[in-house]
């Protein structure tokens, strides 16, 4: 089985400063990594994926996210908030062989205050 | 172009009355997904569409749940008798090709449905 956990269920940071969204995994197999944002009222929107090759994962908005192999982590990153990066964050993994299931975690309301 | 489409936004209904939401992918993706998104909580897999081969139901959480998909193109997931239990906003997804490859999954806007 397959699982993604996201330890917070909500961060806050004041715009301008770094942000970072945490996301263990457990997969058997090589794991290929998701990350989505959803704002309100709207669907999930694909910001970034890690597939293979260099750890640090670059995607839209200025979102960058690093495959950690040891740490079985994948945490999202920004180097500088902005008011309007205010949403709800989800990750999510498959693995490379076969037939599999995209799972998600359960998301992190992300707040970035003026 | 155009994205992944749903249909309707919202919609309330009674307790046990039927429903049926509807699913316009990107046009040319092969695979279709499902999911339920209950409120506080991640994205739960109900039912995926790939070609013309048979769909993975393993997903749908009772026998009231059911969908179809013609060809490529339109799918529409019935949920019959509803329960309170079933509000939730319902999630389509489309992709070019494999489930669980390294394709991306692009989402509509879902579907809110209440059950009163």
């Known amino acids: 089985a397959q699982s993604v956990a996201q330890p917070e269920d909500q961060v806050n940071v004041a715009e301008g400063n770094p942000l970072t969204v945490k996301c263990t995994y457990s997969?058997?197999?090589?794991?290929?990594l998701f990350w989505y944002v959803q704002y309100p009222n709207r669907g999930l929107q694909f910001l970034l994926k890690y597939i293979t090759g260099d750890n640090l994962v670059k995607g839209s908005y200025g979102f960058e996210a690093e495959f950690n192999k040891s740490q079985t982590s994948f945490h999202l990153k920004k180097p500088s908030a902005l008011v309007s990066d205010s949403a709800l964050y989800f990750c999510?993994?498959?693995?490379?062989?076969?037939?599999?299931?995209?799972?998600f975690g359960k998301g992190t309301m992300l707040l970035v205050s003026p | 172009g155009a994205g992944v489409s749903q249909s309707p936004s919202n919609k309330v209904t009674e307790k046990g009355k039927d429903v049926e939401l509807r699913c316009d992918p990107i046009?040319?993706?092969?695979?279709l997904y499902w999911y339920r998104q209950r409120l506080g909580q991640g994205l739960e897999f109900l039912i995926y569409f790939q070609g013309n081969s048979a769909p993975d139901k393993s997903g749908l959480p009772s026998d009231r749940f059911s969908a179809e998909r013609t060809g490529e193109s339109v799918s529409t997931l019935t949920i019959q008798r509803t329960q309170q239990e079933d509000s939730a906003v319902y999630l389509c997804?489309?992709?070019?090709?494999?489930?669980?490859?390294?394709?991306?999954?692009?989402f509509g806007p879902g579907t809110r449905l209440t059950v009163l």
């Open positions: 999510a993994v498959s693995r490379d062989s076969g037939y599999s299931t995209l799972t």
């Open positions: 046009s040319g993706h092969t695979a």
């Open positions: 997969v058997s197999g090589n794991p290929y």
């Open positions: 997804a489309s992709s070019p090709r494999a489930r669980g490859s390294t394709d991306t999954q692009y």
